[in-house]
């Protein structure tokens, strides 16, 4: 008989059979371990992988749907700087796919709005007992020339379509012929700040119409046509301004335009008064700047003019004459002659903060005036020092009234 144990004694001696099948189990899971492993991390591997590949798919389709939303909505979705898509393109009869790289979100750069002259003088800082919004103030009886109330009244600013006011003296000084058809021209468009103008180039209006657009719309493209076609042209109608204004004792004024664009045309609230009551004295001037509403053909086609001072339209005044004005450097300007509790002042508010803020300015003064009662006498004329804030006789009795009112 064929001796199997004689065969095993031969190769592995005299070891029992038992010990050499725990040596052949130990080599064989030796070599298994590292396969089992392998075979381990595998399947994690395969694992980790679907999930990364249902997270980017789920992220392609969140990506695409705010896509088409934005699509639909006719807007550019937002994405970062580093996002991509892959275009596929035709070329030779075959399918390219190409990364293309998304262009960066360009954000707008804020621009702080520039101060006006008074604000960066620190005239908006003054404190004065009717808390106007305004940098300067000066309200004074027509009659009397007493001055009620001021603040900062002697500094220089740019005072804007204020400047209308003297562009209507210097036309009516002239003596031309108001129903003399103008025509708009090119010379007539705004350099100085790219102002729009219902006013077309070609449009052919009379100086009557000019000058009533001019004061009360305060039209641009009306009174630089009202200067361009006095005798010698816009150049001397300039010096016929400033002449004016050493006539009227205007000397902290100068001006180098007819309308006001130019923040190079400056004055004081005192020489503002001056102004005014020389451009009271005129019927037409003072018709004209309070109309409140008006037509003229444009070319064939009718345009709808209203004035820019809203207590003229708003009728709670008697207002003689008014004239606004605002560009940046010179802020929100008003000027104005009206009747207060039977007495006839001037009002000037200039560098005002805000839009209605100069009209609010106008009301506080009114309300104040209305408690305040008219002296019997004129208590001083025109003032030599009007830098200084007034606080006027009681007027922190009335404030307290005017505040508990919201005034």
């Known amino acids: 008989m064929f001796r199997s144990d004689s065969i095993f004694s031969r190769f592995f001696g005299s070891a029992p059979l038992s010990a050499v099948a725990a040596a052949v189990l130990v080599s064989v899971s030796m070599v298994a371990a590292p396969v089992a492993e392998a075979a381990t991390t595998s399947a994690t591997t395969q694992k980790t992988s679907k999930k990364q590949v249902k997270s980017a798919n789920a992220e392609k389709k969140t990506t695409s749907k705010t896509v088409a939303k934005s699509s639909r909505g006719g807007k550019v979705a937002k994405s970062e700087a580093s996002s991509t898509r892959k275009v596929v393109v035709l070329k030779n009869g075959k399918r390219h796919t190409v990364v293309a790289q998304r262009a960066a979100p360009v954000r707008a750069v804020f621009t702080p709005a520039k101060p006006s002259l008074g604000e960066a003088m620190g005239l908006r800082d003054t404190d004065d007992a009717l808390a106007l919004r305004s940098s300067v103030a000066l309200v004074m009886d027509q009659n009397s020339n007493e001055v009620?109330?001021?603040?900062?009244?002697?500094?220089?600013?740019?005072?804007?379509?204020?400047t209308k006011l003297m562009t209507a003296l210097v036309v009516m000084d002239a003596r031309l012929p108001m129903d003399e058809v103008l025509t708009i021209s090119e010379d007539d468009r705004d350099t100085e700040k790219h102002s729009s103008s219902r006013l077309r180039f070609g449009t052919q209006l009379t100086r009557q119409e000019l000058l009533l657009l001019a004061l009360m719309s305060s039209e641009n493209r009306a009174?630089?046509?009202?200067?361009?076609?006095?005798?010698?042209?816009?150049?001397?109608?300039?010096?016929?301004?400033?002449?004016?204004?050493?006539?009227?004792?205007?000397?902290?004024?100068?001006?180098?335009?007819?309308?006001?664009?130019?923040?190079?045309?400056?004055?004081?609230?005192?020489?503002?008064?001056?102004?005014?009551?020389a451009a009271y004295r005129n019927p037409t001037i003072r018709e004209f700047s309070t109309q409140t509403e008006h037509e003229v053909n444009v070319m064939g086609r009718t345009q709808h003019y209203v004035s820019t001072n809203r207590l003229v339209r708003g009728g709670n005044w008697e207002i003689g004459l008014q004239k606004t004005g605002f560009i940046s450097e010179a802020g929100q300007c008003l000027v104005m002659q009206a009747k207060v509790q039977g007495r006839n002042v001037v009002m000037v508010f200039l560098d005002s903060a805000g839009k209605l803020s100069r009209f609010a300015d106008a009301n506080r003064v009114k309300e104040w005036l209305e408690h305040t009662p008219a002296p019997s006498a004129p208590q001083r004329g025109f003032p030599s020092s009007p830098n200084l804030t007034q606080a006027p006789g009681g007027a922190h009795a009335i404030l307290a009234s005017q505040q508990s009112r919201g005034i």
């Not at 009620?148 to 600013?157: E, I, T």
């Not at 050493?246 to 923040?263: A, I, K, Q, T, Y």
């Open 148 to 162: 009620l109330f001021q603040k900062n009244a002697s500094a220089v600013l740019p005072i804007a379509s204020i």
């Open 223 to 277: 009174a630089s046509a009202l200067g361009r076609n006095y005798p010698g042209g816009l150049p001397a109608f300039v010096q016929a301004m400033n002449r004016k204004a050493r006539e009227l004792g205007m000397n902290d004024s100068h001006f180098v335009d007819s309308s006001g664009l130019s923040s190079s045309n400056v004055s004081s609230a005192t020489d503002l008064v001056r102004m005014v009551n």
